[in-house]
């Protein structure tokens, strides 16, 4: 299955490495992630909302991970 490239549509679905990842507070204090993620055809800013951190689910740099979003 072909996916659109990173910023070619209004949504994408595809694996993505994790070029970086900062861990960030909303202004009421709620927890996010800001990645910058990248794929063979790019690269795209991106958040991850309402982050909540358990063992399964801690990202780093240089992960790859399966992506599905769309574009605000």
């Given at each position: 299955m072909?996916f659109?490239?990173?910023g070619?549509?209004?949504?994408y679905?595809?694996f993505?490495?994790i070029?970086?990842?900062?861990k960030?507070?909303?202004?009421?204090g709620?927890?996010?992630?800001?990645?910058?993620?990248?794929?063979?055809?790019?690269?795209i800013?991106?958040?991850?909302w309402d982050y909540k951190?358990?063992p399964?689910n801690?990202f780093?740099?240089?992960d790859?991970?399966?992506v599905?979003?769309?574009y605000?």
């Amino acid at each position: 299955m072909n996916f659109p490239a990173i910023g070619a549509g209004p949504s994408y679905e595809g694996f993505c490495l994790i070029k970086s990842v900062d861990k960030k507070m909303t202004a009421k204090g709620v927890p996010y992630l800001d990645l910058i993620l990248a794929d063979n055809s790019g690269e795209i800013s991106a958040k991850l909302w309402d982050y909540k951190e358990t063992p399964s689910n801690k990202f780093k740099a240089f992960d790859f991970v399966k992506v599905r979003g769309s574009y605000v």
